[in-house]
């Protein structure tokens, strides 16, 4: 019937009648109305208890053959007993015996027993009687638990590799907790009075079943109107407009029905990318990363990288489907097929200087993948231009103007509408428009001057980013796609983004060119139709492949591309197993590459590398778009509960700690992509830049690491350690390290460089530590094998806290005088109290053999504990805690610099925390 | 504090006493000074289905009931520690039905006492702090489970002496646990409860062959492998303070916790994802004057009736499985006046005892109703 909520308030009578009082001086009409709420509520209240007292039966048969069979177990256990062992051994049994003969033998013996009970005598072969009323103490001599040793306190831990961030559950801020104090007997509550107040949350709370049935059946019997509403409203303690809401859910006859499932198919790349960057760390290089959390801001570095360029493969097949295992006229089939398409493309000379040919190959290459986007404007454009020919301005604004009225061109749309039946022909078709296009663009450009050129050159990136939309390329009708693309396309974040095509296009009408005139009477439907024809070609071409392609596979064929460069065997090796053959995709990429090279109109040879180069730069620019946008949707949802920004109250009180006057700051990548300025939130935080930085290397902000030669990086003399920084072997130029304990060989070294030893932290080059009673008090951490001076023994780790928490946590901890918190940064204090390692049980001492030091390692702050002196075998750990003075408990304050620990001592009235 | 929405209410007993069974004081035992935190009956061997087991300060104590309200001493066993005081203890039995004693108290230390032999079977230090509550699984009845302030529940196998599971961790109590109870016919299953005012349901399915291990293992105990449970299978936020006993009845639960009532409520868990589910408040059994904590009730061997003391030295006894639950009785003499932490029924719910913080026990009795 009724699922419930957890609930732990008081109930409520089951009927209604407290509410009925209470309606009863209320205008005529609710007369009518309320008796038939009423009585529905009666009768929910009614179906509920029958339901419990359904339940409850049900149960209790269960439980009596339960409860049957533990009975049958206990009888067994008597019957092993008595046929199995004698007797006598149980002396539980014989004492029991006794007590029942003395009981039904003589009953005086009660009072002597009793007076004469004594620690030592005859007590041990019977049992004593104790009659009503008759206080006992020490009647049988009691039977010693000799005394075992007790551990130390401590609460139960889970062990850490690595500092966690704080999942949200585990906050304790805004609850209220209560400190049950031993000695003192009483519980104690230990937050603050405006913390207590809880808001009650405005969730919606779902419609039950019972609630739908009294709604619907008030309504049904008296009708709908305002005060039936009002009255229901109350009932439920809901908003009227809440209860009309569902009625009209209810009236519909369905229950709302969301989110039709969301198939596969309609899936790309993209989606799959967008888990990626939501869930990948990109600085510790897992998913699900507990340090920096998932919705991390995305940083693009200034600086890409080129696509692998793999050795040119000795001719050797990939495998059994290796393009090169194709009989060579098959491929060439292909090609010709798409030569045939346009012939007059192949006819067309190339006089224009090498230079600007160049450039525009560069800019038309990546187009051609991209062509079921650009096309779509392309072919909008097309039209555009014969109404606006007269614009040569290359502003966005006009750009709108001419995508819009071109959408209602109607032997247009209509045409595309037809394309719409077969998208992936309609898309080659378009596609065929710009190639044309492109043909008289680039007559208009050999013969015109060099302005257009560069604007298309220049305007490239933007117009490559432009192009982002892939994953919708399939989904809609090109007609259908054109309005929302061109029109959407401005709105995008960079201001500039032109498509390059597009101003060339618009200027194409003025140029003095003879070919561009000769194909000018082409109107756009004629160039439509042609189009379609040729797309049949390129449609037939396409089923011949066997397969079509589907939107992933083509997705992760240009992730391939950006990555492996043109090498269909080892995109169809890495990224399309399953999917298609080598031989496939070679077919695909150079059906691509064809429309590319028919388009360009000269030899294909030259165009790979200028191709996979403009590719890389479009791509990666392309990336950027995506993502971001992914970003800032996802963004909404997740982002509350994992943020950088959230995390901290640390500007309020900034404490001076012994040593240093500032905590280090937190650092978190920026995402300039010139070099920093000032307004680089690295600078402003007062961090330097970092790896994982987006901006250039030639950052004046970033920290360039060590070229230490021989000094191992162990002293003040290596900038990374005089700067409390592990060094990075990305980042270093001569730190290197040998993998494992050298048994299995070690690199090469570079140059007569020793192997650098401030990289501990990052390579968890930890000393074992053990857990055991402390000498002092409590808990301590011991070492297991000696170690030399300044070594590095190991991580203090926990949960990353803000100092908001810490203050909270704090409290309690303060009370049971017994803290594992330890100040980071100025966002975050570590605290080990539950999640921590072992090092958290060493122990605080004025004069210790170890010390705390906060290092910065791959951009986190990690805390590091070092021997201080040689430390043998076996001997405790300790070190200054460094409480601030002020808050520190009595035995870690200075004047009394003897060995007070830990655990013993009064508690403290402030917060103590570690200091590094 | 959430209203509860129409159609899920719970049902509430009546506290007008039925007068089904009337139970009278038969005798009252001063034990000692110390307040006695735990008195129980043996479920475990038919044998001593007479017999219980009471704990207070340092000692633990095995009585029998006889006929006429007699009850006699039969063992009383001594922490040498005086500084120990047991808070909880439990009848276990080894493989070979040998009766055991499982008690705990403030030292953490486990102790296991060999009644049949009187003496000292072992004791299992692990728990970092207080042991709260020890309870037996019935149908396996050397294994034990224990709740603690160190925020664990740890599973033990009393005849090898080893820890076997350790309920704690990343999705575990956040305070102290103050009870833990195996459900009844689900072998894998435990609830917790504790100061964190949530009840846990645990599952140790998956780690079974840990515990089928436990039974064979010849190496040290300290060398088992020892498995944390981090998550467990449910977790319910039915009150808003501590939670301070709950037990199973059938596949529902009973907590208390502060509210002057003991709650009954049907976890009810989404298959699909494990820790998240809905909680159905079934019943409420109205306690008054029972708002201080560590008060805890107990129910005969057939969960009809449930026995809880107040703050005033009054017991309330509950007939569990009705519908609307009736007050079987409320007792009450004028002399128990002293806070009662646990009461026992005996198997048959003829006998109620009661120990309170004076050092006192009661034992209570049903008078033949005309």
Redesign the interface.
Known sequence: ??????????????AAHPTMAGMQEMIPAHKEILPVIDSL?IQ??A???SY??K???E??L???D??N???K???E??N???N??DKS?????K??KD??D??NGIDISNEDKDSSSSQEDGNTSS??????????????????????????????W?FLDRNQRMTED?SVVGRRR?Y?DQNGGE?LICSDSEEEIIEDEDEK?EF????D??LRMTIKGVGLSDAVLDDLAQ???RKPCEVKERYEVLAKGEKSVEGSGNSFLHKDLDAALDSFDNLFCRRCLVFDCRLHGCSQDLVFPAEKQLPWSYPDEENVPCGPHCYKLVPKSECNATVTSSMRVDPREKSVPSPDGTQAQISRKKSLGPSVRRKPKSSHSESASSNARNISESSDSETRAVQDIISVPQSSLSPKSKLSRKYGIHKRNSKRVAERVLLCMRKRQKKMVVSDSDSVMSGSHGSKDMKLRSNSHKENEDSTSSSQKLKPLSVGRPRKKKPPVLDSQKIVQQEVPHGPSNEVISYRPVRSDEILRKEEFMGENVCRQDTSDGKPWKTIEKTLYEKGLEIFGRNSCLIARNLMIGMKACSEVFLYMNSSRNRMSSRAGDGVNSLLEVYSKGDCNETTGNGVRRRSRFLRRRGKVRRLKYTWKSAGYHSIRKRISERKDQPCRQFNPCGCQSACGKQCPCLVNGTCCEKYCGCPKTCKNRFRGCHCAKSQCRSRQCPCFAADRECDPDVCRNCWVSCGDGTLGVPSQRGDNYECRNMKLLLKQQQRVLLGKSNVSGWGAFLKNSVGKHEYLGEYTGELISHREADKRGKIYDRENSSFLFNLNDQFVLDAYRKGDKLKFANHSPDPNCYAKVMMVAGDHRVGIFAKERISAGEELFYDYRYEPDRAPAWARKPEASGAKKEDAGPSSGRAKKLA | ????????????GSLAPSRKRDYR????????KRPLYAVVFN?????????FATVGGN?VT???C????????????????KDESFYTVSWA?NT????LLVAGGI???I?V?D??????YK?F?????SVNEIRTQ??K?SLVVSASK???VRLWNVHTGICIL?F???G?H?N?VLSVDFH??DIYRIASCG?DNTVKIWSMKEFWTYVEKSFTWTDLPSKFPTK?V?FPVFI???????VDCSRW????ILSK?V?N?I?LW?P?MKEQSPGEG???????YPVPECDI?FIKFSCD???NAAAIGNREGKIFVWEL????PVLIAKLSHVQSKSPIRQTAISFDGSTILSCCEDGTIWRWDTVATS
């Open positions: 019937m009724a699922s419930s909520k957890a609930s732990a308030s008081r109930s409520e009578p089951p509520k929910v209240a179906d509920r208890s419990i007292k339940r409850m039966e149960n209790r269960k439980l009596l339960v409860s069979q533990l009975y177990f206990s009888m256990r008597r092993d007993k008595v199995g062992t051994i149980d002396l539980l049994t004492r029991q007590a029942i003395m009981q049992a004593i009687l104790l009659g009503s009323s008759i206080a006992v103490k020490n009647a049988v001599r009691p039977i010693k638990l000799t005394e075992v040793k007790k551990l130390p306190p401590y609460t139960t889970i585990q209560i049950y519980a709370k039950l079943e019972s609630e049935y009294i009932c439920f303690s | 504090m959430a209203k509860i929405a129409l159609g899920c209410e719970p049902v509430v004081v038969t005798n009252r035992l001063q034990e000692g479920f475990i061997d038919s044998r001593f289905f007479n017999v000692r095995v009585y029998q006889l006929d006429g309200g007699v009850i006699a001493v039969l063992q009383s066993y001594i922490d040498e520690d039995c070979d039905g040998t009766p030292n953490g230390i102790r006492m009644a049949g032999n009187e003496k000292i004791s230090v692990g728990h970092g702090d019935a149908l009845p160190d925020e664990s350790i704690a961790g990343a575990g956040r102290e009844p016919s100061m944390y981090q319910a936020s039915i009150h808003s303070n501590y009845l059938g596949d529902f916790s509210d009532e709650v049907e009810k809905s909680v159905d408040i079934l019943q409420k904590w061997f057939h969960y499985q009705s519908s609307p």
